[in-house]
């Protein structure tokens, strides 16, 4: 029965997974038609190069980005696996497919500035959606993945570090103006990435250092009802030992949690950080 259970749930998010990586290249396929190539935004990417030699070769943009694509998809295989390769051979054929059936699309602006806007928020909501699918659309934003995996750089970061020569050259071959409005695309798709795979809540985590820690920890665990993990710490100066509570709260809780240290402790000593994402009871599921 658990096995079968098993089976069914992992055929689910196998299903769940394919679904992620076509509806993200779709997206990235008519952002590219209706907001960049018209425009001759080159955000980088093999889009971005596409859409140089499209200015200057008049080569086809799909046909293109089926070429580059096809030495990016074997070092995926190599260094991502196998499976990896299978949903990246996915995206990689169908993205520039969507790229050719939509490519009489009539453009959805003509303001440079609007189609570097909601270009980058398209092609980064693409990627996310289909990097949350454990895949690729092949490209440049493949070897992200790979330079994720083996550096731990955010997904957004590796994005803008490698497509950063492909702006370059397009300041290069249209001007310098075009060139800065694919940067702020490339910007604007690398923080749309990291939304889409962080999520735009932000926790606090919070590090309480108090004389009256039995009372601080049941507020927290009585009136927020947040866990409280109580840490071992020893004083620089003295080397007493200090216990230190950490909690991690939402934005909308702080504020509460602030009152009630200041109301059980006015001479506590609190520090606040930002906690981009947290998993785990009561936060997201892992």
């Known amino acids: 029965m658990s096995k079968k259970h098993n089976s069914s749930q992992s055929t689910l998010e196998t299903i769940q997974e394919y679904f992620l990586i076509l509806l993200g290249a ?5 952002t590219f ?8 935004i ?6 971005g190069i596409s859409t140089i030699l499209a200015a200057v070769v008049g080569w086809e943009p799909a046909y293109v980005q089926w070429a580059f694509n096809i030495p990016l998809f074997v070092a995926g295989v190599i260094f991502l696996g196998k499976q990896f390769g299978i949903k ?13 059936l939509t490519k ?4 959805w602006t003509h303001d440079s500035l609007l189609a570097s806007l909601f270009g980058g928020i398209g092609v980064g909501l693409g990627l996310g959606i289909v990097f949350r699918g454990k895949a690729s659309t092949g490209g440049t934003d493949l070897a992200a993945q790979i330079i ?12 803008a570090i490698i497509d950063g020569l492909i702006v370059l050259t397009a300041a290069i071959v249209f001007d310098i103006e075009r060139g800065l409005y694919a940067l702020l695309a490339l910007y604007v798709t690398s923080k749309t990435i990291d939304i ?3 999520g735009f809540g932000r926790s606090k985590m919070v590090l309480i250092i108090t004389e009256n820690q039995n009372e601080v920890r049941d507020g927290i665990l009585n009136k927020i009802d947040r866990g409280v993990t109580k840490l071992t710490a020893y004083g620089g100066y003295t080397d007493n030992e200090r216990p230190v509570l950490m909690c991690v709260v939402d934005q909308t809780e702080f ?11 006015p001479t506590a000593f609190v520090v606040v950080t930002d906690a981009s994402e947290v998993l785990g009871e009561g936060f997201k599921r892992v």
């Open 255 to 265: 504020t509460k949690l602030k009152q009630l240290v200041k109301t059980i402790d």
């Open 26 to 30: 779709a997206i990235i396929a008519i």
């Open 148 to 159: 994720n995996k083996f550096t731990g750089l955010t997904l957004g970061t590796c994005v």
């Open 196 to 198: 889409v795979q962080i």
């Open 33 to 40: 038609n209706v907001f960049l190539l018209p425009n001759q």
């Open 42 to 47: 080159a955000s980088g990417g093999v889009s």
């Open 104 to 107: 009489g699309f009539e453009p």
């Open 88 to 100: 990246t051979l996915v995206g990689t054929v169908f993205l520039p497919f969507v790229v050719f």
